[in-house]
């Protein structure tokens, strides 16, 4: 299934990957990272928040597109009250691209339902220790964009 996935999400021609964080520290890490990789001329990096970063993509126009994104898990006590409204920008940003879909690494679902969209879990792994899941959403119908709903608990739910 995830072979037939990748297959059928191949694309021609020339591939646009940006990549940003609010912390600074964290793109550099990032840009020294694609260095290593041979990939640095290929990714533009960007120190913005959330918003900035979806707003920097008004000039790409709706159709085929990912985001793949790894926000805070809400692991320390007290943090995931603060990230809820993350969560929702994350999903309202992600809603308002006609055509494209998302790729989050989650460890809380209660997170992760506050971007309103429905999700599926692809698999699991462990990210700095951290139990997490890569959920996607399913590929839109053929006549809108990201469904603005609630999200469906995933299989295995953590929260």
Not at 93 to 96: F, G, I, L, N, V
Not at 154 to 159: A, D, F, K, L, Q
């Given at each position: 299934?995830?072979v037939?996935a990748?297959?059928?999400?191949t ?20 840009a020294?990272?694609?260095?290593r ?5 290929d ?14 993509l ?13 926000p ?12 809820r ?7 309202a940003?992600?809603?308002?691209k006609?055509?494209w ?25 462990r990210n ?7 959920l ?17 608990r ?6």
């Open positions: 299934e995830i037939a990748a297959k059928d999400s694309v021609d021609g020339p591939l646009e990957i940006r990549g940003s964080d609010r912390d600074a520290g964290a793109i550099e890490a990032a020294r990272n694609a260095e990789a041979g990939v640095a001329a990714i533009q990096f960007s120190a913005e928040s959330v918003s900035g970063a979806f707003a920097a008004s000039d790409v126009p709706d159709g085929e597109g990912w985001v793949i994104t790894n805070p898990y809400g692991i320390r006590v007290g943090e995931t009250d603060d990230l409204n993350l969560y929702a920008t994350l999903g940003a992600a809603r308002s006609r055509g879909r998302i790729g989050i690494l989650a460890a809380d679902d209660a997170l992760a339902r506050q971007m309103r969209i429905a999700l599926r879990s692809r698999f699991e792994t700095g220790g951290v139990p997490v899941r890569y996607v959403n399913e590929k839109e119908r053929a006549h809108g964009g990201l469904q603005d709903k609630p999200v469906t995933t299989s295995g739910s953590r929260r």
